[in-house]
Nanobody, 115 residues
Framework: QVQLVESGGGLVQAGGSLRLSCAAS????????FGWYRQAPGKQRELVAR???????NYAGSVKDRFTISRDNAKNTVYLQMNSAKPEDTAVYYC?????????WGQGTQVTVSS
């Protein structure tokens, strides 16, 4: 089993910044890819950014050049730095991993961007 615990969500004004963290349990962190997803009310969950075990990164077009995903293997933590936030970034943000033990999700953290 892998447990993922997100933190860092909250209320931010448009143009502001937030940093989300995803702390992962277990010994498979270094060998696992991670992703940040988000789900806004009435919309499907969508991929925001992902980082492979080797550090290859992909972003959704809507967040590219504003958000940065990173990982700290020593701390078993994945981060999502959100800059230049927009009201359309408002959503519940989820951490995900496809580890050797299976696919796991965190409980989500709410991000609200006010205009």
């Amino acid at each position: 089993q892998v447990q993922l615990v997100e933190s860092g969500g909250g209320l931010v004004q448009a143009g502001g910044s937030l940093r989300l963290s995803c702390a992962a349990s277990g010994s498979t962190f270094n060998n696992s890819p991670f992703g940040w997803y988000r789900q806004a009310p009435g919309k499907q969950r969508e991929l925001v950014a992902r980082i492979s075990a080797g550090g290859v990164i992909n972003y959704a077009g809507s967040v590219k050049d504003r958000f940065t995903i990173s990982r700290d293997n020593a701390k078993n933590t994945v981060y999502l730095q959100m800059n230049s936030a927009k009201p359309e970034d408002t959503a519940v943000y989820y951490c995900n991993t496809n580890s050797p033990l299976g696919q796991f999700w965190g409980q989500g953290t709410q991000v609200t961007v006010s205009s």
